[in-house]
């Protein structure tokens, strides 16, 4: 189906002011903007791509330092390797860290096991700011016409207009089902 949502007041309408999560983010200067997780099963271990944003006026010496928990339950899964960056003033710098994975568990549609990445960017001794980052332990890829995860085959099933039906009838209903809806 499709749904609207509206940023101003519709009267009757049920979905209306603040719909999604809010967050007030105070950080110092240089501040991780994005962090990338790749999780990358198939050669067992974790790369993290950091996009690090410096809002002072001058560079800044940034070190960086990612750990991985477990979500829900904090518990200590791995340490990335320490990094360290100069931040041009109102710029930006990215780096990329990884580290072996094989303390993680694999995230699975019926076990589907949650971790948080936390980094800490400081600078001289200082930090600066903290960022959290939800992931799971997987990986999708495709083998000629197959879909894995994990590198396991998956079979995908959907209902789709005209399931069942002999070749061809299905694009002529579905055709048919857009003529109506012009």
Request: proline residues 6%.
């Amino acid at each position: 189906g499709t749904s609207m949502r509206f940023d101003y007041p519709v009267k009757g309408h049920q979905d209306n002011g603040i719909l999604d999560r809010v967050a007030l983010i105070a950080s110092g200067p240089v501040y991780v903007d994005d962090a990338y997780i790749k999780p990358l099963v198939s050669k067992g271990k974790i790369e993290v791509e950091y996009t690090l944003k410096n809002s002072g006026s001058r560079d800044v010496q940034a070190a960086v330092r990612g750990e991985v928990a477990g979500h829900g339950d904090g518990a200590k899964a791995l340490d990335l390797p320490p990094a360290e960056v100069t931040v041009p003033a109102g710029g930006e710098a990215k780096i990329v860290v990884d580290a072996p994975a094989e303390k993680l568990e694999l995230w699975w549609p019926d076990s589907p096991k949650l971790y948080d990445l936390v980094t800490t960017v400081s600078a001289g001794g200082e930090a600066l700011d903290s960022h959290t980052a939800r992931f799971g332990y997987r990986e999708w890829s495709i083998d000629g016409g197959k879909f894995e995860l994990n590198g396991v085959p998956q079979q995908f099933r959907a209902g789709l207009d005209g399931y069942g039906a002999a070749p061809g009838e299905a694009q002529a209903m579905v055709a048919a089902a857009n003529a109506r809806r012009v």
